[in-house]
């Protein structure tokens, strides 16, 4: 009783000298409204709040507040900034409400440094804040760059969040995810799981399949793939079915060469998504590598048909069409994909042109493949290579030439060109079969 008695006696002492709306001014109050403790005599430093806005103090805040909600932006943030422009100057100085609100009305006017003093000075007065803590590592994040500060205040955010708030559990899974980011751009990765972890043990419902999602892509790029699979299951088991979830667990299953499993996964992505370009891309690009390529024919048309300035998927589809003996959509594919690697590029694609020549010599066009495959050639010139000393010359693409030249009874062009095949796969070092 000692103890509370003498207390009680010290603040009684220190509440004698205070009176009217000074009171109020310095005197400390709860999220409620209720007092705690303050200093009459000093107003710096302020006295520690745990919540930044005070219900019982939004009505001296009423007219600037009312200026932002009528969208009169530029008079609300002339307003704030004349009521508190910093901790130590302004008739609310003292209020972190007002802090708070011209941090929202200099942030909406992208009055940045404004908004950061506003900010910063909030901060000052309630550091424990969540959601200063929050907005803070936002700021930090997008608009610093500063990640490592970043992540630490996400996790500073979580720990002071309030355990009795109703949505208690959302705000905590968000604080954990948004540092899983900061960290994630800093490649620490360890860290990044470890707060993507905390993250889905939160009692956050729905929202959590793309936690598991993000934790997914990380584990496949450090190659811990059984780990992504188990995230990206955890993710479905939420999220039913989502495309982007089964074309990611497709995705390493292609990388474990297990195509079987990944195929019906990329099916379902692509019936639930049909005008996604990845879902048939990646769907064709699996019944490719089974070798299934009638079905893979299909899928690649579909994905050029959504994007039909995509190289490779031209490229893929024709191939697939090649050998599904559909020679005319083939020369199709294989055309528009050249016509696409010309208008940006004069080195490279000889592939492309090297298809086209064989497809061509399939329905006996033999000199338009000869033109096809000359046009290789010069497209893999090492002359225009932007590398020139690491440029070897195919000895496969003069074997075509040779073929071509035969097939059109240029007997003499043709041994010169097979000569000259041979010529450069013995000074590589490689057998021609094996070129």
């Known amino acids: 009783m000692g103890i509370r008695a003498a207390v009680a006696m010290l603040l009684l002492v220190m509440c004698v000298s205070v009176q009217g709306s000074d009171f109020f001014k310095q005197k400390n109050y709860d999220k409620h409204g209720n007092e705690g403790k303050g200093d009459s005599d000093q107003k710096e430093p302020h006295p520690i709040k745990t919540v930044c806005v005070i219900p019982a103090f939004i009505d001296r805040l009423k007219e600037g507040m009312?200026?932002?909600?009528?969208?009169?932006?530029?008079?609300?943030?002339?307003?704030?900034?004349?009521?508190?422009?910093?901790?130590?100057?302004?008739?609310?100085?003292?209020?972190?409400?007002?802090?708070?609100?011209?941090?929202?009305c200099h942030t909406a006017m992208n009055k940045t440094d404004l908004a950061r003093v506003a900010l910063d000075s909030a901060l000052e007065i309630a550091p424990f804040d969540s959601k200063?803590?929050?907005?803070?590592?936002?700021?930090?994040?997008?608009?610093?760059?500063?990640?490592?500060?970043?992540?630490?205040?996400?996790?500073?955010?979580?720990?002071?969040?309030?355990?009795?708030?109703?949505?208690?559990?959302?705000?905590?899974?968000?604080?954990?995810?948004?540092?899983?980011?900061?960290?994630?751009?800093?490649?620490?990765?360890?860290?990044?799981?470890?707060?993507?972890?905390?993250?889905?043990?939160?009692?956050?419902?729905?929202?959590?399949?793309?936690?598991?999602?993000?934790?997914?892509?990380?584990?496949?790029?450090?190659?811990?793939?059984?780990?992504?699979?188990?995230?990206?299951?955890?993710?479905?088991?939420?999220?039913?079915?989502?495309?982007?979830?089964?074309?990611?667990?497709?995705?390493?299953?292609?990388?474990?060469?297990?195509?079987?499993?990944?195929?019906?996964?990329?099916?379902?992505?692509?019936?639930?998504?049909?005008?996604?370009?990845?879902?048939?891309?990646?769907?064709?690009?699996?019944?490719?590598?089974?070798?299934?390529?009638?079905?893979?024919?299909?899928?690649?048309?579909?994905?050029?048909?959504?994007?039909?300035?995509?190289?490779?998927?031209?490229?893929?589809?024709?191939?697939?069409?090649?050998?599904?003996?559909d020679y005319g959509g083939a020369v199709r594919h294989f055309r528009k994909a050249h016509s696409l690697l010309k208008s940006h590029s004069l080195y490279g694609g000889c592939d492309v042109l090297s298809g086209l020549g064989s497809v061509l010599m399939e329905v006996h066009e033999y000199r338009k493949a000869y033109d096809a495959f000359f046009g290789a050639l010069q497209r893999c010139d090492c002359g225009i290579a932007p590398d020139p000393a690491d440029c070897e010359q195919d000895p496969v693409s003069l074997l075509d030439i040779g073929l071509a030249e035969l097939a059109l009874g240029r007997v003499v062009a043709a041994n010169s060109s097979l000569q000259a095949a041979l010529e450069v796969s013995e000074a590589q070092g490689a057998p021609l079969a094996e070129a």
Not at 67 to 82: M, R
Not at 91 to 101: A, N, P, T, Y
Not at 298 to 325: D, G
């Open 66 to 104: 009312q200026l932002f909600y009528g969208y009169q932006n530029e008079e609300a943030s002339e307003w704030f900034e004349s009521k508190c422009p910093n901790s130590t100057a302004g008739e609310l100085s003292h209020d972190c409400g007002c802090f708070f609100w011209a941090f929202r």
């Open 132 to 325: 200063l803590l929050s907005i803070k590592g936002e700021m930090l994040a997008e608009t610093d760059g500063e990640f490592e500060r970043a992540a630490e205040v996400f996790k500073e955010a979580a720990k002071y969040e309030d355990k009795k708030g109703d949505d208690y559990e959302k705000n905590l899974m968000r604080h954990y995810y948004n540092s899983a980011t900061a960290y994630v751009q800093l490649s620490r990765a360890e860290d990044a799981i470890d707060m993507y972890r905390k993250a889905a043990a939160t009692k956050q419902g729905q929202d959590k399949w793309s936690i598991y999602n993000s934790m997914g892509l990380l584990l496949y790029d450090l190659e811990r793939y059984e780990e992504a699979i188990e995230a990206y299951e955890e993710a479905l088991d939420i999220e039913a079915d989502h495309t982007a979830v089964l074309r990611n667990l497709a995705g390493v299953y292609l990388k474990l060469d297990n195509v079987s499993a990944a195929i019906p996964l990329l099916r379902i992505s692509a019936a639930r998504d049909p005008d996604s370009f990845e879902a048939w891309f990646y769907l064709g690009s699996a019944y490719q590598r089974n070798e299934q390529h009638a079905f893979a024919a299909v899928a690649l048309e579909n994905a050029t048909k959504i994007s039909p300035k995509h190289t490779l998927a031209h490229k893929m589809a024709a191939e697939s069409l090649a050998y599904a003996e």
